[in-house]
């Protein structure tokens, strides 16, 4: 069964096209991440996906149900680490996991095994008590995508994970991300080429709202007759560009 | 449940502010004393205790805005409330999330007001009580219009409308400092067609036993938090289907 299915998904806006037809086939348990520089349509397809953002036409399929005609059934079964940190900053960590696990639902017992789950996954235990403004960066974003495990998501978004992080704090993050490999379906969005290339089971390049080429980086280097994933990416988004 | 775990995240975001906190319990009670010392010091009767403390309380409740503004502000701008609309919550578990934590301290604040005016004169009696009962309408009136500010501004415009402007408009024109009779012209028309003037008028009505002159305020104040209440959760709604990139 696939997780996600997008039928000429699009997003226009009064003067652009944000995603434009966009046709996508992600499996159960894949690492598939979205590469394109600013602007290529990322976000825009992860708030489409999400239930944020509607589509102007097309539609998506999580998992056996529309975005567009089921959308509740669609946010039980996924979950979003947002670009920028979202965490409530003046609650602990423990706080931040127990106040998400309640509004998925769980009961009380629930909920404290998922918190030590949460806590000892993602390395939080010693700062469990801290408010979550004064963590660094990298933890606040730890936090941020445990938050969004912590619902047993069977889809994850993950927008921009590792943005403005240091080079110690985003290896300690791929950590993380490459431990849930295989248990869920995640969707990844980044403009880092060896981010992509050291999580991604498949990678999409979006360029200017579309999508211009999908395979692992050995697909993709070999289609462009590259000798790395950047070269690859810079070859599709630019010739793509050109040719419009 | 999930209400009241929404509830509770925002109750303990706003206690734990330490500036929410010294506005919302600290200001009313200084302008209290201030005011109350002020009197003391003058012939006329010009803020008799019974009288200042409603507007007061009144006053207070303009920084429950400023609090619930700022915070669904905050939450909109770090991206909290866009992973919030993710989840499997419907508009009126968020619109009850951030109204609910708001009304008992609210509640807290008018009692503390008129807690610490027992302490400068104010003799307790059941009229008291119900004026603090009176005060509850204006406050759901206020906390709407932090909802409202809240999702439509961004937390720096919010803290200007509702620090600012709201504070201001709640103190000149709700007649606290000065009695708006005295006044009189179009400053009174003005003062009387927004809530803020009924709103203490009811609650001195309430406190001196004028009874039948409570409601013909009263009506004014729910008024305005029904509508104010309307439009806030109208905006909040098309905040969570917003498709601005």
Request: with cysteine; net charge neutral.
């Amino acid at each position: 069964m696939l997780a996600i299915e997008t039928k000429n998904l699009s997003k226009r806006y009064k003067t652009k096209t944000a995603v434009d037809s966009l046709n996508l086939s992600i499996k159960q348990g894949e690492l598939f991440t979205l590469l394109g520089v600013n602007g290529a349509g990322k976000t825009t397809t992860i708030k489409m996906l999400t239930c944020l953002s509607k589509p102007t036409s097309g539609d998506a399929i999580l998992l056996g149900d529309s975005i567009i005609s089921n959308p509740f059934a669609v946010k039980e079964k996924i979950n979003i680490s947002p670009q920028e940190t979202a965490v409530a900053r003046n609650l602990s960590v423990k706080e931040n996991l127990e106040f998400t696990a309640k509004i998925y639902g769980f009961d009380r017992k629930e909920t404290a095994l998922k918190v030590q789950e949460m806590l000892d996954t993602f390395s939080l235990a010693e700062v469990s008590p801290n408010k979550a403004k004064t963590l660094s960066g990298g933890m606040q974003r730890r936090l941020s995508i445990a938050m969004a495990l912590i619902s047993d998501p069977q889809i994850l978004f993950l927008d921009e994970p590792t943005l403005g992080l240091d080079v110690i704090a985003r290896r300690q993050l791929w950590s993380a991300i490459e431990k849930l490999k295989g248990n869920i379906t995640i969707i990844l969005t980044t403009h880092y080429m060896e981010e992509a290339e050291a999580l991604s089971d498949r990678i999409g390049v979006m360029s200017k709202g579309k999508l211009r080429a999908v395979g692992t980086t050995a697909e993709l280097t070999a289609k462009t007759s590259t000798g790395s994933l950047e070269d690859a990416f810079v070859s599709l988004a630019t010739l793509e560009e050109a040719t419009g | 449940m999930k209400t009241a775990a929404f509830s509770a995240r925002n109750r303990k975001e706003m206690i734990r502010d330490p500036l929410n906190m010294a506005f919302g319990i600290g200001f009313p009670l200084v302008i209290l004393l201030l005011l109350t010392a002020l009197q003391s010091n003058i012939q006329v009767e010009l803020f008799a205790i019974d009288q200042l403390v409603p507007g007061v309380a009144v006053f207070g409740l303009s920084f429950i805005s400023l609090f619930s503004g700022m915070l669904i502000a905050k939450d909109r701008s770090t991206s909290f409330l866009m992973r919030l609309f993710t989840a499997p919550l419907t508009a009126p578990d968020y619109i009850l999330g951030y109204t609910l934590p708001l009304i008992p301290m609210a509640v807290l604040q008018i009692t503390i007001t008129f807690i610490a005016a027992a302490f400068l004169g104010l003799v307790l009696h059941f009229n008291v009580l119900l004026s603090i009962v009176v005060l509850i309408p204006v406050a759901i009136l206020f906390i709407g219009i932090g909802l409202l500010a809240g999702s439509m501004f961004n937390d720096k415009v919010v803290g200007g409308v509702c620090g600012a402007l709201l504070t201001n408009l709640s103190a000149w024109l709700s007649g606290t400092w000065f009695d708006l009779h005295l006044v009189g012209g179009w400053f009174k028309g003005i003062a009387y067609m927004l809530p803020f003037a009924h709103a203490v008028d009811a609650g001195r009505a309430a406190i001196s036993g004028d009874y039948t002159s409570i409601l013909p305020h009263l009506w004014w104040v729910i008024g305005y938090a029904v509508a104010i209440l309307i439009i806030a959760i109208f905006v909040f709604r098309k905040q969570m289907s917003s498709d601005s990139d």
